[in-house]
């Protein structure tokens, strides 16, 4: 995150009509953090069902558009 916050969907709008990164980009990201945050002491746990080939599918999607 910039300057210590969060990217907000502007941000992520504006990232993706600037072609600095994709949908595809930020779910690996996002995958990537739940994963890592399973292993950490006490793990995550941020959700109870995580639908990683569902959200693969729909930022390729999004990326192809």
Known sequence: ARGGRRP?????AAAYASRSTTPTA????ALAAV?????AS???????SLGAADARRAA??????
Not at 26 to 29: G, K, L, P, R, S
Not at 35 to 39: D, F, K, N, R, W
Not at 60 to 65: G, I, L, V
């Open 60 to 65: 390729a999607e999004s990326t192809a558009r």
């Open 35 to 39: 994963a890592a945050s399973e292993t």
């Open 26 to 29: 930020v779910v690996e990201a």
């Open 8 to 12: 907000s969907i502007a941000d992520y």
């Open 42 to 48: 006490p793990p995550g746990r941020w959700f109870i």
